[in-house]
């Protein structure tokens, strides 16, 4: 029955696991285009390395973006905004001047006849002159205020009519030709008349007759860019288009990519799509299967985590869904998308070799279908390598920040170096594309806060965590520094001792430190049975027998994990609690059980700790060092021999045991260790300088 339930468990897993994988390949095939690919590849400034081409059917030539932006831009900056020409503002300017002369001339002459009406009719040609001209206010249309310089078009009588703005009025404009008008009526016309004007309200008579048309100038300029053409030539069937070793300029390059366009859309159309679809199925298929298959030869602890296994392939996942929804809408550049993110989390959580392999797992599988596939994988390739060896301290915000900008500056520099090999010079970098790697550079800095997202929905533990529970002043850690102070001193010891060795032989010094400094908490439950706790006049295992005792201090690995949980510590850490003492024994008590009653063998096993063994480098170092730091306090002569002596004879105790078996620690690694020990105790407990008693003068 046993045997059965152990398959089952086995296979069950397998198929979770199994599942993900599936679940991940289809859908990304889902997603990914429907379309064939062009057996070609080609870059820009490099020779054609394929055989001779001849165009296979007729193709149009697609203008480039740059082209494309170029006349788009050169519409919408000579596009000339429409204004419909308000008829009725002049007849009633004319009779609002009219009515206000009139009073004006009987307010200062008053019983004086009116002056010749020629006089007033050459003033009124001038009112009419600037209304048949046109009168703007440009601040009542900011949004176009900026493009009215190009002029505008007028709509008057069904009829459009383009106008230089320098030909029409603006209110201070009409009302300056105004003044100018009434000044030369001083000399050329009745003095009388001159005051006359000159006491009017000019305002009334000029008010603007163009109103902005919102509805036919978007309309216009909606059409005008649908019109523009996106091709600019014609190839035809038959034609040479390329020779091999020929080198791909600009323009034989735009051939070539109109080439590839045309041929892959015709391949969707008239090819067999289950046939591509199938080719999509293997391609995946293909990728995740090397993904495994690293997994299973060099991180195969990863696979027994469904955790793990599910954030790992979510990531790849999402990265490509993203890809091809962008590449589908056409508006945002591929380049915006923050592939770096991708080592940035698995460093964080992982290690920096599976780091490079999944993002690179990830370049693969987008650049399969994006346009300019070997510089879209390069630049990330680049990207991602400077992400890796740049942000090797997340828990330090700066580095953060300072890894953001490495990166940013390895895209533009790739992307520089590109550019001056296809185009010959750097004036022809793209400042749009510029944009896209400063967008994202700035969606990388959200990885901060994603990494603390992740780490509470997976379980996985940061640095920035470790830092913040490897802090003394932690409420776990100020409890066992009041409760059990002696056990809080040997546990700061212990930490020390287990993080130079985990520098030395590689590891994570972050997390060695914190599961050092929680591995004896259970202690806080009966600390003064424990002899780091204890008065020198008193000693609780004096009134027990020594098998009660051995329950006592054995019992502090599961107190230590009920705590630990309690206090919601994170199962990495919990697992430095679990291993700490492996399945040794309670070796004081032991020997003394021994000694009392050497024919004994019933209750040898009450003596062992349950287990399990260190199964990593930081629990293994954490073992030894707990064991190496306790023995040496009870060393009564203390000179480099004795030290030597101690920790040579407590590891090959524990190798014997075969503590280490479960642990990916070398021999090599063993012994380096043991020269950290060694070398770190000296300085513990080296000789002090006897300071002379102070004597009365």
């Given amino acids: 029955m046993n045997r059965a339930l152990q398959i089952f468990q086995l296979y069950y897993k397998v198929a979770i696991k199994t599942i993900y994988f599936i679940i991940a390949i289809v859908a990304i095939v889902l997603i990914l285009p429907r379309e064939g690919k062009f057996k070609y590849e080609f870059q820009k400034g490099k020779a054609w390395m394929h055989e001779d081409l001849v165009a296979p059917f007729d193709f149009s030539i697609y203008k480039s973006d740059t082209e494309l932006i170029s006349e788009r831009n050169a519409i919408l900056n000579n596009f000339k905004p429409f204004f419909r020409f308000d008829t009725t503002s002049t007849v009633q300017a004319l009779k609002q001047f009219r009515s206000d002369f009139k009073e004006e001339w009987k307010r200062q002459n008053e019983g004086e006849k009116e002056p010749n009406q020629k006089l007033i009719d050459n003033f009124e040609v001038q009112i009419q002159f600037l209304h048949r001209k046109g009168i703007i206010n440009p601040d009542e249309n900011p949004e176009i205020k900026d493009r009215l310089f190009a002029g505008i078009t007028f709509l008057h009588d069904n009829h459009a009519l383009e106008t230089p703005f320098e030909e029409i009025y603006t209110v201070s404009k009409a009302q300056n030709y105004l003044i100018e008008k009434i000044d030369n ?398 399945t040794t024994k309670v070796q004081y008590f032991y020997r003394l059980f021994k000694d009392k009653f050497p024919d004994s063998k019933d209750h040898l096993d009450s003596f062992g700790y349950p287990g399990p063994k260190p199964f990593s480098k930081e629990t293994a170092v954490v073992m030894m060092a707990d064991a190496v730091e306790a023995a040496s306090r009870a060393l009564k002569s203390i000179t480099v021999q004795t030290i030597e002596d101690l920790v040579e004879g407590i590891i090959k105790y524990q190798q014997d045991q075969g503590q280490f078996n479960d642990a990916n620690i070398t021999f090599r690694d063993i012994s380096d260790i043991k020269q950290i020990f060694k070398k770190k105790l000296q300085n513990i407990y080296h000789p002090r300088i006897e300071y002379p008693k102070e004597v009365p003068e």
Avoid: C
């Fill in 185 to 582: 009526f001083n000399n050329t016309g009745s003095p009388k008349v001159y005051k006359v004007l000159k006491k009017l309200p000019l305002f009334k008579y000029i008010k603007p007759n163009l109103t902005y048309d919102v509805k036919t100038t978007n309309k216009v300029r909606q059409d005008m860019l649908a019109n523009l053409s996106l091709t600019e030539g014609l190839v035809y069937s038959g034609e040479r288009i390329v020779s091999r070793g020929e080198i791909i300029d600009s323009e034989l390059y735009q051939i070539l990519f109109s080439l590839k366009r045309d041929f892959e859309s015709q391949l969707s159309d008239t090819g067999d799509s289950n046939v591509i679809f199938m080719g999509h199925i293997l391609f995946v298929s293909i990728i995740f299967l090397i993904l495994f298959l690293f997994l299973y030869n060099f991180r195969r602890e990863i696979l027994q985590y469904d955790s793990k296994i599910f954030f790992i392939l979510l990531l790849v996942t999402s990265m490509t869904i993203i890809s091809s929804l962008l590449l589908k809408r056409n508006l945002i550049s591929v380049y915006v998308i923050p592939f770096a993110i991708v080592p940035i989390f698995i460093q964080t959580f992982y290690d920096s070799r599976l780091a490079l392999f999944i993002h690179l797992t990830t370049v693969f599988l987008v650049g399969f279908f994006v346009p300019n596939s070997f510089e879209f994988v390069f630049m990330h390739f680049i990207a991602g390598v400077v992400a890796i060896i740049s942000l090797t301290k997340v828990y330090r915000r700066s580095k953060l920040f300072l890894s953001v900008a490495y990166i940013l500056l390895s895209y533009i520099f790739v992307y520089a170096t590109i550019v001056l090999i296809q185009e010959g010079t750097i004036l022809k970098l793209n400042p749009l594309t510029l944009a896209w790697f400063a967008g994202n550079a700035l969606l990388l800095l959200a990885s901060y806060q994603l990494i603390y997202l992740f780490e509470k929905v997976f379980g996985f533990l940061s640095d920035t965590t470790l830092m913040e529970l490897s802090d003394t002043n932690q409420d776990l850690l100020r409890k066992l520094a009041e409760v059990a102070p002696g056990t809080f001193q040997h546990s700061l010891q212990v930490s020390n001792l287990a993080e130079s060795a985990i520098h030395k032989i590689g590891g994570n010094p972050l997390l060695v430190r914190a599961g050092a400094l929680y591995h004896d908490i259970g202690k806080m439950g009966n600390p003064y049975y424990f002899i780091e706790n204890q008065s020198p006049d008193f000693n609780p295992h004096e009134s027990l027998n020594y098998e009660e005792s051995a329950e006592i201090i054995i019992n502090h690995v599961a107190e230590g994990i009920l705590i630990a949980k309690k206090n919601r510590l994170p199962e990495q850490l919990i697992d430095f609690i679990r291993t700490h003492h492996g």
